[in-house]
């Protein structure tokens, strides 16, 4: 599907000055989970899992954009390349005719964009809130997807595998000093990039336990539970480890 999510939103131009589409393969994996598990699964579905790839895929091209000044190329292309992406996957939207998942998805693409936008206003925020906004930017148009069509049982288990890539990311991201909007907050309430590094590793092992139980209460077959582990979830962080570090 990956393929067929990219042939739907590429175009050269943008290809050449931009990032290009950004079709994750581990949000992928969680759309198609359910096919995996051979659960009920329809032409229809499928469209709609696209239609969610893309939707992510506008969402990331417009969080690209620098405050550039002067704006570069670059930039302006990318900001067109978002506005590329939402043409399409709002074409597909109505072409499916589905208008209940229109209606669903158009309420999580509100409350995504809604989080999204909440890292730029400057408030004070408890690291509760800010947690809160994360989980909603990086689930819930996959949650909408599966309450849509009746695939519940995967929730916790795709929530806890999305967060366990975003922190991970972030903890990237600090240790290089490339910090994002998150980090910037995460630092504000914590202090000291130490804490900061401390809090995202401790995050990130209590979510490794409970992808594991998660995974455990699924019943997924081997081959996917592997494949979600090593592939998905690969890196292995020990609080105890960095405490002993530092």
């Not at 581990?26 to 899992?49: N, V």
């Not at 992406?85 to 999580?108: C, E």
């Not at 582990?229 to 890196?235: A, C, D, M, S, V």
């Amino acid at each position: 599907m990956e393929i067929e999510v990219l042939d739907a939103v590429r175009q050269r131009t943008l290809d050449q000055f931009t990032e290009g589409p950004s079709v994750k393969e581990s949000r992928l994996f969680f759309l198609l989970l359910p096919f995996f598990s051979g659960k009920t699964w329809s032409a229809e579905i499928e469209s709609s899992a696209k239609t969610v790839s893309i939707v992510y895929a506008a969402l990331h091209a417009h969080d690209q954009v620098r405050e550039d000044n002067p704006i570069s190329k670059e930039q302006q292309l990318t900001v067109l390349a978002g506005d590329l992406y939402s043409g399409i996957y709002y074409q597909m939207l109505v072409n499916s005719k589905n208008i209940a998942m229109v209606q669903k998805l158009a309420t999580a693409i509100i409350q995504v964009s809604e989080r999204k936008t909440s890292f730029f206003e400057g408030m004070d925020r408890s690291i509760a809130e800010v947690e809160e906004a994360i989980t909603i930017i990086e689930t819930e148009l996959l949650i909408s997807f599966y309450k849509f069509y009746g695939y519940t049982e995967y929730e916790s288990l795709a929530k806890q595998a999305l967060l366990y890539i975003r922190y991970a990311d972030e903890l990237e991201r600090l240790q290089s000093k490339n910090y994002s909007n998150f980090l910037r907050e995460l630092t504000s309430n914590l202090n000291h990039k130490n804490y900061v590094e401390h809090w995202l590793v401790e995050k990130l092992d209590n979510l490794h336990e409970k992808i594991v139980k998660s995974i455990d209460e699924c019943s997924l077959d081997y081959e996917l539970a592997q494949f979600l582990l090593h592939q998905i979830t690969p890196h292995q962080h020990r609080a105890e480890q960095l405490t002993r570090e530092g």
